[in-house]
């Protein structure tokens, strides 16, 4: 799920992808797409719909919902690698598919249009850019690997404030993306709420470190040439508490890492792929663990996503509840700001695990 980025759009060394006259000319993947061997998606378990665990929100008993939820965690590892599908969420199918268009609709649009539709706000927050700066992978002689996607993203407050600032082409996009926002919110919130009445926490704990501003990012991934050699997005975890993802009916690209082996998680209508960050793997010292998941390209036919990403406030603290911290399971990690966070997992990307849990308090 494919997350926040430091990217500033403006790499006039790389084109965005769905705007290349000549991507459809390449018979092989540039040389600075090719993934490192042990990075490549050329080895995946595929596995049925049914092996990831489908939580339905719409039940009246709120007890039974939140029981699902620790079932899954004990038969499938739900809170070991916890993505999972959501239905009877209350977001309509229309609402669903008026999003996936526009979003369409602008990774269509000419280069210097979405760069424009992007230029509104003056604190730059709202880009579009190709691959990625954000997970620091290197090759042995040309540096950064790069990824065969675009972005576009942007924060969507829930106070609607500086609407103006959101683009106005395609049509009716600010209608669309500003209603499904605030459905998505509420959705995150009921999440989050139940997620921490199951695991033993007050009610608010989880839900009240939520930020008012959010995160939607689309991402496109062009049909490539090579899809054996070339990936979206790497493995990673999400840097946020809970992520909402939208994916595109009847194109498969989401891999999700479990036991050891990759698998497909396929995309089903009118549900979303809920998975739980990184950030909520450290607010519970590591009774949740956020799934290691990544995104791989296809040669057929592009692909589209829409991430809705919640986030701490900027100077909330990351640390774990008391009710998870005993002598057992000291705390992991160092207490910090989500937002000096923020600037360390740009910097380190994947790394941060690693080298956050070195760290202690």
Not at 100 to 107: A, P, R
Request: proline share 7%.
């Amino acid at each position: 799920m494919e997350t926040m980025n430091n990217n500033n759009g403006d790499n006039s060394e790389m084109k965005l992808l769905a705007n290349r006259l000549d991507i459809h000319r390449f018979s092989e993947v540039p040389k600075y797409y090719v993934q490192p061997a042990e990075s490549r998606a050329d080895k995946v378990m595929m596995v049925k719909n049914d092996s990831i665990p489908i939580i339905n929100l719409g039940g009246h008993d709120r007890a039974h919902i939140i029981n699902q939820i620790l079932k899954a965690s004990q038969e499938y590892g739900l809170f070991q690698a916890i993505i999972l599908y959501v239905i009877n969420h209350g977001v309509s199918k229309k609402l669903m598919d008026e999003t996936m268009n526009v979003f369409k609709e602008f990774h269509g649009m000419p280069a210097e249009e979405k760069k424009i539709q992007c230029s509104k706000d003056p604190d730059g927050k709202f880009k579009v850019y190709t691959s990625t700066n954000y997970f620091p992978n290197k090759t042995r002689k040309d540096g950064q690997v790069e990824c065969w996607k675009d972005t576009f993203l942007h924060p969507c407050p829930t106070s609607a404030e500086n609407m103006n600032y959101w683009p106005d082409k395609p049509h009716k996009y600010r209608e669309i993306v500003g209603e499904y926002t605030r459905e998505l919110h509420a959705l995150a919130h009921k999440i989050l709420e139940m997620l921490g009445e199951g695991l033993g926490v007050a009610p608010k704990y989880i839900y009240n470190k939520m930020g008012e501003t959010p995160t939607i990012v689309a991402q496109h991934y062009p049909a490539c040439p090579d899809p054996s050699v070339t990936l979206g997005i790497p493995k990673h975890r999400d840097p946020s508490l809970v992520t909402i993802l939208l994916q595109e009916e009847q194109v498969q690209g989401l891999h999700l890492e479990k036991d050891g082996q990759w698998i497909a998680v396929d995309p089903i209508p009118n549900v979303f792929v809920v998975n739980i960050g990184f950030i909520l793997q450290l607010m519970t010292n590591g009774k949740v663990v956020g799934g290691i998941h990544r995104a791989v390209t296809n040669s057929k036919t592009a692909r589209t996503s829409v991430v809705y990403l919640i986030y701490p406030s900027p100077k909330a603290i990351i640390k774990p509840a008391e009710e998870f911290v005993n002598e057992k399971t000291p705390t992991l990690g160092k207490f910090m700001n989500f937002e000096d966070f923020h600037a360390y997992y740009v910097k380190n990307g994947m790394k941060t695990e690693e080298e956050y849990f070195k760290i202690k308090p």
